[in-house]
């Protein structure tokens, strides 16, 4: 009898401990991040990984070194370059997103740097009902209507499991035809490379535009490997446009285009440039002329802001400890990694469950974020409801970062930034 | 003067402007077309050389700019002549490894080659200078002529220094060329060649050199332009061959090929079509309209405006 009554102390003994242990015992979510961590990204991709560790580390400060949820987050790190190229590998890619498929523990898939990346890996982690976030991605096709049949696509099963905080390439288009109304533009003719990129950025720029009351005066595609714009850029001029928006890539007749603005006399006479991220490279001062060609006469956006150019309490927060912890600046994109990491921490709280039908569902529900660069949630897409973008100038020949501009910033012109 | 009238003469003028270079180079392919009938798809590169080694050339001086004085006088006229002597030696030297060896070959096997061989320059010039846009510093003093020099007020009548240096250049070279091929004795070889190959030489004429000689002319205009081209766009990259070539082809097919008189009027019209389609049309229609003239015109003119030396025949 007693050696029975000492079973069942035993058991409820033992039951009492399962019943607590759980809470203690923590089990693991895994989170995959796949981008190039080799070639001449490397860089890049390792300040990226870096950004997204710190976001980990930083939330478990915050919350007394408990993981969202109770849950203990692995980072694993994959990496998506090919070691013969360099560059990002589609094959690569498919193997990444599957491995966190086929890992039990893998609840997140984050990645890809390059929107052709994405692309691959998009239906594999939607047939399998995993959530996806990237760090970079600006191709609008990933997320809403852009070209052929997407962004259906890159969505075997329907729903909607890709999410991104930064702006694709479309938004720089409408917030660039903000920034030029509270730059005090009126009128503007828009110049294109019929190029998927060019025409996508120009046609949401003239669609803003309208919106906004900004006149249109005209519009041209024009030949990308044409040499000679001086006849369009003649009737330009005649049209009474004070401002050219050129929807090109640096090598797809933006370049001259300026170049012969200036030779035609069109900044002389104030009318100016602006143009899409295409252009912000630094060989653009020198092809166009140099320094008295290009200051004051350029306007350039970025779909992004660089860490750097970060002004809330947890964007300086985030670039004093990155720099103390890991010794060097932050890259660019940074700013993505850290806030998309964010986001994921938060989603896997807001689940409080390592699913992953529930983790989606969380992720897909972020309203009224506080990420580092604004407050934000996620659209029906998966595209962000608000983006901060950035606002270029050349000053002595480099570009420097003006203001922070936005689709609705015409509303306040608010451009202290 | 209304706006309205401002802008068609302006585009008039542009139009003019593009005739002007595209003429240079336009002479180059119907030249080396009416004597050995070969397309040399790579004479639109001889127009990106002159461009590129004139470049290297003012940036090797260290020569300041805008050009003045003694610069301006002497030098420029030099680099001009050394420019379109190097140009001139390069499409000699093309013809020799490239052409030359096929002159008896079937047709299609030379015109292969000159793809081939403009692929090369093409690649080549990528390697020499880079893949990008290359700016070309203005060594030619702009000035507003209206404005500046004659105290006008137009509203958009914009005429230059360098307009008047791209005239100032580029005719004269197209009624010297004229001149060569009308009056002097090596004109008149180069004629009898265009005419009939095996009877010149039965006459004595040293056929080989003959062709040796349209193409190092040929190449010297076409190196002409991309000088002149340097100095009044200020602009370019190792692609702008292809882009100028297709053109300049184009207005000599337009004008009659293998006639001199008819690439040079060619190269107007096609610069006229190209300004009033981007003003009254759109930037995206030029090219159509461009080549739908051609086509209408070749349906029923096969010989072009002018008239062809031979019958087109089909390559």
């Given at each position: 009898m007693s050696v029975k009554k000492l079973f069942v102390l035993l058991t409820v003994l033992m039951l009492a401990v399962l019943a607590i242990v759980p809470v203690s015992a923590q089990e693991t979510i895994k989170i995959y991040t796949s981008w190039p961590l080799q070639g001449s990204m490397q860089p890049e991709g390792e300040s990226m990984l870096d950004a997204a560790r710190l976001a980990l580390q930083h939330y478990l400060d915050d919350h007394d070194g408990v993981g969202p949820a109770g849950f203990n987050i692995e980072i694993v790190a994959t990496d998506d370059a090919s070691p013969t190229t360099g560059s990002w590998d589609g094959v690569i890619e498919a193997e990444n997103a599957q491995r966190c498929v086929n890992d039990a523990a893998c609840m997140v898939y984050f990645g890809t740097y390059n929107s052709g990346a994405a692309k691959v890996s998009m239906p594999i982690t939607n047939e399998a009902g995993i959530a996806q976030i990237t760090p970079a991605n600006t191709y609008p096709g990933l997320t809403h209507a852009?070209?052929?049949?997407?962004?259906e696509i890159y969505r075997p099963s329907g729903e909607v499991n890709y999410f991104r905080t930064n702006a694709s390439d479309d938004v720089q288009g409408f917030s660039a035809a903000a920034w030029a109304q509270c730059l005090g533009f009126t009128k503007v003719y828009i110049l294109d490379d019929r190029q998927l990129y060019g025409k996508g950025v120009a046609d949401a720029f003239a669609q803003r535009a309208e919106e906004i009351g900004l006149e249109v005066v005209g519009r041209d595609g024009v030949e990308s490997t044409d040499i000679d714009f001086r006849a369009l850029l003649t009737k330009v001029r005649a049209a009474g446009a004070d401002l050219v928006y050129g929807g090109f890539v640096?090598?797809?007749?933006g370049p001259q285009v300026i170049q012969q603005m200036d030779a035609l006399g069109l900044f002389g006479s104030d009318i100016k440039f602006m143009g899409p991220d295409g252009l912000v490279n630094p060989a653009l001062v020198e092809q166009v002329g140099g320094a008295d060609v290009t200051d004051g006469n350029i306007f350039l956006t970025f779909p992004g802001l660089t860490p750097q150019q970060l002004t809330s309490d947890s964007g300086v927060r985030f670039v004093a400890d990155f720099e103390e912890t890991y010794g060097y600046e932050p890259s660019p994109w940074s700013t993505y990694a850290y806030q998309s990491m964010q986001v994921i921490l938060n989603s896997i709280e807001r689940a409080g469950v390592n699913d992953r039908a529930a983790i989606l569902e969380a992720m897909r529900g972020l309203s009224e974020f506080e990420g580092v660069t604004g407050i934000f949630g996620f659209d029906e897409n998966g595209d962000p409801t608000i983006t901060a973008l950035g606002g270029n100038i050349v000053e002595m020949g480099e570009f420097v970062f003006s203001t922070e501009i936005s689709p609705t910033m015409n509303e306040s012109c608010d451009m202290g930034g | 003067m209304s706006l309205e009238l401002e802008l068609f003469i302006q585009q008039v003028f542009n139009g003019l402007t593009i005739g002007a270079y595209l003429g240079l180079i336009a002479l180059g392919y119907t030249m080396v077309y009416g004597i050995i009938e070969l397309i040399n798809f790579a004479h639109g590169d001889l127009f990106a050389f002159g461009f590129f080694i004139s470049l290297t050339i003012f940036t090797a001086l260290g020569i300041p700019r805008p050009l003045e004085g003694f610069n301006l006088i002497v030098v420029l006229p030099l680099i001009f002549v050394v420019t379109m002597l190097l140009s001139g030696g390069l499409n000699v030297l093309i013809d020799r490894v490239a052409y030359k060896p096929l002159r008896n070959a079937p047709r299609l096997a030379p015109l292969i080659t000159a793809v081939g061989m403009s692929f090369a320059l093409e690649a080549l010039f990528a390697i020499w200078q880079g893949p990008s846009q290359i700016n070309y510093p203005r060594y030619f003093p702009q000035i507003d002529i209206l404005r500046d020099w004659m105290g006008l007020e137009p509203q958009l009548l914009f005429i230059t220094t360098k307009d008047l240096f791209l005239f100032g250049v580029t005719i004269p070279l197209m009624v010297g060329l004229t001149l060569f091929v009308d009056r002097t004795k090596l004109g008149k070889a180069m004629r009898a060649a265009a005419q009939d190959r095996e009877a010149a030489s039965m006459v004595g004429i040293n056929v080989d050199r003959i062709i040796a000689t349209t193409f190092f002319v040929g190449g010297a205009l076409a190196g002409a332009a991309g000088l002149v081209w340097g100095l009044y766009i200020n602009s370019g990259r190792f692609l702008m061959g292809f882009e100028a070539g297709l053109m300049a082809f184009t207005a000599a097919v337009l004008g009659g090929i293998g006639n001199i008189r008819g690439a040079v009027l060619g190269a107007f019209i096609i610069g006229l079509l190209k300004a009033m389609g981007d003003q009254y049309i759109g930037g995206a229609w030029s090219r159509i309209i461009i080549f739908a003239v051609l086509i209408l015109l070749l349906v029923f003119r096969p010989s072009g405006i002018l008239g062809s030396t031979q019958s087109i025949e089909k390559v």
């Open positions: 852009w070209d052929a049949g997407e962004p640096i090598d797809s007749g | -």
